[in-house]
């Protein structure tokens, strides 16, 4: 028990998150048990230990001027700009992962019922709508792009996206270019494509979307997954009243003076 209890104070001293040291006594946990089930061990010493509660850290995401920002940066002429564009539009669009989008093949979207096949974590199955911005944005990188690059670097393959060397775009490439294009803004921070999903996830929410739609879209196994947003939309709520309720303004002035 002694040596339980200082390995706890040694993580500790080491500024761990709690979720870290969840995951890490958690481990350990398990591994007593094996001890025990093989008759090596009496009985488990973290029975006696309380975990400390997860800390909960809300998803961080775009504001509305952000995003805006952001899609105006993906613009361009330049071959590569219309695949950017077409990322951008898309993550934002379906609030999908990144492992999911890499691995979407041409036959997976479909233009005329506005839907792509995702295959999520698990290869579990998934429609997922787009609207017509993204729809655009795909079709002009199919035409201006990606048949350019395919043909001229002799590819043949039906990977969705590619690297400027015809090559399926894989989740590193993918997170690189919303980093040079997170730079052309101006803005501050990195740009993960999980910011994108964020932000397609609290967007649906603030504009009425019910729990087990945005559920759905995310392809969140649990309900539980979904409704940390609901955290976030309260956040929206906040600065919406303050900017627009006239005695919520008052007092901010009031504050601010």
Known sequence: MYDVRLYLSFLDEQKLSRNTISRTLSSL???????IRNDLLDENPLSYISFKKKQLRLPQYLYEEELEKLLRAAEGTEMLDYRNRALVELFYATGIRVSECKNIKLQDVSFELGVILIFGKGNKERYVPFGH?????IQEYLEMTRTELMA????????????????PLTAGGIEYILKQIMKKTGLTGTLHPHM??????TDMLNNGADMRTVQELLGHASLSSTQIYTHVTKDALQRNYNKFHPRAKRDSKKQGE
């Open 196 to 201: 994108l999903r964020h932000t397609f996830a």
């Open 152 to 167: 001229k670097h002799q590819r043949n393959h039906d990977y969705l996206f590619v690297s400027r060397l015809g090559d």
């Open 133 to 137: 911005y993204a729809a655009a944005a």
């Open 29 to 35: 946990r398990g591994f007593y048990h094996f001890l």
